[in-house]
């Protein structure tokens, strides 16, 4: 079966400083694995997505994630936070089921970013 | 170009009462997606649609609820008779076709916050 845990409901940094929010995943088979962001009152954006090539991933506004499958986990860094990085954060997983891709979707991380 | 667009942006209704939520993919996603976000929680699967194949329904939480898509592209999610604990945002998001080994990726809208009262 397939699942994800977001450790942390909450994550607050200082702008400037790195951000670390984790992600454990299970998986029954390699597994497709992306992040989320959802800022308030906007869509979820792909943030980035391992798909089974390299184990370090590159997104969007400076976002990396790095995929270690012996330790089960993808978790999202970026070396130095700012203010408009502060939004919700959904690590999500994908199996296939009936002919298509299917997401699961974490809990969820808030990031507080503060001057 | 357009990204999915979702109507209304925010409902409230009074408990008992039906309540239509509409999704407007993006141009040429023949996939669509319903989500439901209840707060603290992340994104519930509830239906998909994929050109003119029969809907996954499997995620739908009760027979209260139902979907449907007209002409492969706008969709209408139904909740009948709601009820307090249907609150939440509901999601859609398209994609293109049926993903072959890789994955398409899943534009989403901006939501639908629905209140019962």
């Known amino acids: 079966a397939q699942s994800v845990t977001q450790l942390d409901s909450h994550v607050s940094v200082s702008e400037g400083t790195p951000v670390l929010l984790r992600c454990n995943y299970s998986s029954s088979y390699s597994p497709s694995l992306f992040w989320y962001v959802q800022h308030p009152n906007k869509g979820l954006q792909l943030l980035l997505k391992?798909?089974?090539?390299?184990?370090l991933v590159k997104g969007i506004n400076g976002f990396e994630a790095e995929f270690k499958k012996s330790e089960t986990s993808f978790h999202l860094t970026k070396p130095s936070a700012h203010m408009s990085d502060a939004a919700e954060y959904f690590c999500v997983v994908t199996y296939r089921s009936g002919g298509y891709n299917k997401l699961i979707f974490g809990a969820g991380t808030r990031l507080a970013v503060h001057p | 170009g357009a990204g999915v667009s979702q109507s209304p942006s925010n409902k409230v209704t009074e408990k008992g009462k039906d309540v239509e939520l509409r999704c407007d993919p993006i141009?040429?996603?023949?996939?669509l997606y319903w989500y439901r976000q209840s707060l603290g929680q992340g994104l519930e699967f509830l239906i998909y649609f994929q050109g003119n194949s029969a809907p996954d329904k499997s995620g739908l939480p009760s027979d209260r609820f139902s979907a449907e898509r007209t002409g492969g592209s706008v969709s209408t999610l139904t909740i009948q008779r709601t009820q307090q604990e249907d609150s939440a945002v509901y999601l859609c998001?398209?994609?293109?076709?049926?993903?072959?080994?890789?994955?398409?990726?899943?534009?989403f809208g901006p939501g639908t916050r629905l209140t019962v009262l």
């Open positions: 391992y798909t089974s090539a390299a184990t």
């Open positions: 141009s040429g996603h023949t996939a």
């Open positions: 998001a398209s994609s293109w076709g049926r993903s072959v080994g890789s994955y398409n990726e899943q534009f």
